[in-house]
């Protein structure tokens, strides 16, 4: 079967930190733009963060630059985005998207959320709470 899987969500006080990673089964990520989306209770789904698929080129939206890294280790077929400094406001369901081609990358710079749904896989999210 074909999927991502998040982890490593959870709740955490204010200024703490969280890593939540993304692993690949059934397929290889070598080859693909990895994005992470939060979605806030009532909000639209918003990009993050990406890297792409060729030396390790990332990504941030300006909220979390400074805050947030993105890295992948393809051995173990996955992507983790480490999360220091949390704020309330971080809180939201993380998924991360797997998208095969550059194009991706362009997109997510760009802050293209409208163009998420063409993603090739999604996970099914991990809760990220931050408060005291």
């Known amino acids: 079967q074909l999927q991502l899987v998040e982890s490593g969500g959870g709740l955490v006080q204010p200024g703490g930190s969280l890593t939540p990673s993304c692993a690949a089964s059934?397929?290889?990520?070598?080859?693909?733009?990895i994005e992470w989306f939060l979605q806030a209770p009532g909000k639209e789904r918003e990009g993050v963060s990406c890297?792409?698929?060729?030396?390790?080129?990332?990504h941030y939206r300006d909220s979390v630059k400074g805050r947030f890294t993105i890295s992948r280790d393809n051995a173990k077929n996955t992507v983790y985005l480490q999360m220091n400094s949390l704020k309330p406001e971080d809180t939201a369901v993380y998924y991360c998207a797997a998208g095969l081609g550059l194009r991706f990358f362009r997109l997510c710079q760009l802050g293209a959320d409208s163009a998420a749904h063409e993603y090739d896989y999604w996970g099914q999210g991990t809760q990220v709470t931050v408060s005291s």
């Open positions: 059934g397929f290889s990520l070598d080859d693909y733009v």
């Open positions: 890297i792409s698929s060729s030396a390790g080129g990332t």
